[in-house]
């Protein structure tokens, strides 16, 4: 805690008489929470599954970055396509450096040839310039994305071209913060699956399983899971590896 005396007046110093400054606020981009396993998260899955509670053990408590604008956070989503973590946080690191602040106004004013000099496919180009588009046109609202369920926000955004499941279903984990995803075309959640239940192969019957086991909080278990595959984790190895 600071101690009042050193605490300077807001009209001592240099500037007396005049008003300071306010810093001005973070870019939309920058704008960053904390999605965390809270002890209720960590009782209720522990309960249910004595596999995912083993490997809690052995990782600890897990926290994720994320970010809290929903426009950012999906153009990090649509960069990090197809594409492993290393190279999706180079490519957000240029973009943020590059196109600063990232908005649907400031984006609309750039072409896909402009993007793509960053680095981005076409695709991706097109399809980050089109979102801009739809917030500019109305189509998507996306400060109000909050105020829609989990399906409703997957259908809306999933209306855009080159916007499908998967990068929907980051942008409720890594903005929204929603309790209960689980992103099953997910490569990192998929080896986590086989790692952790020792399965070669997974079905949509057996993942429908997983997030039913771990319901309402499946997000935190997709923590858990990208955890495992990403780390070298005594005890535990990926059966679809040759």
């Known amino acids: 805690m600071t101690s009042s005396s050193s605490t300077s007046s807001p009209s001592s110093g240099p500037c007396s008489g ?20 809270t002890p209720e998260d960590a009782a209720h899955l522990r309960a249910r599954d ?12 897990l926290s994720r970055d994320v ?12 960069c990090g396509q197809q594409i492993s ?3 999706h946080e180079t490519l957000w690191a240029r973009l ?37 588009e739809a917030g500019l046109s109305g189509e998507i609202d996306y400060a109000g ?9 997957r259908a809306k955004l999933c209306s855009l071209k080159g916007i499908g499941p998967w990068s929907a279903e980051m942008l409720l984990i890594f903005c929204l913060r929603r309790p209960n ?15 952790l239940y020792h399965k070669k192969e997974l ?17 935190i278990a997709s923590l858990y899971l990208w955890e495992l595959a990403s780390g070298n984790w005594p005890g535990y190895s990926d059966p679809a590896k040759p």
Do not use: N, Q, Y
Request: proline share 8%; aromatic share 4%.
């Open 96 to 132: 943020k450096e590059r196109l600063s602040p990232v908005t649907p106004e400031h984006l609309a004013a750039f072409t896909v040839e402009d993007l793509r000099g960053l680095g981005l496919s076409r695709s991706k180009a097109a399809c980050i310039r089109g979102a801009a």
């Open 50 to 61: 004595k596999r995912l509670a083993a490997f809690m053990d052995l990782a600890g408590p």
């Open 67 to 78: 970010l809290t604008d929903p426009f950012a956070a999906l153009v990090h989503a649509v």
């Open 203 to 219: 079905d949509d019957a057996f993942i429908d399983r997983c997030l039913k086991r771990w319901s309402p909080r499946a997000t």
């Open 181 to 195: 995803v689980l992103s099953r075309g997910d490569f990192g959640i998929r080896r986590g699956l086989r790692m």
């Open 85 to 87: 973590s290393k190279v």
């Open 18 to 37: 005049r008003e300071s400054a306010a810093p001005p606020p973070p870019a939309p981009e920058e704008r960053r929470a904390v999605l965390c396993c």
């Open 145 to 153: 994305l909050d105020r829609l369920d989990d399906d409703a926000v």
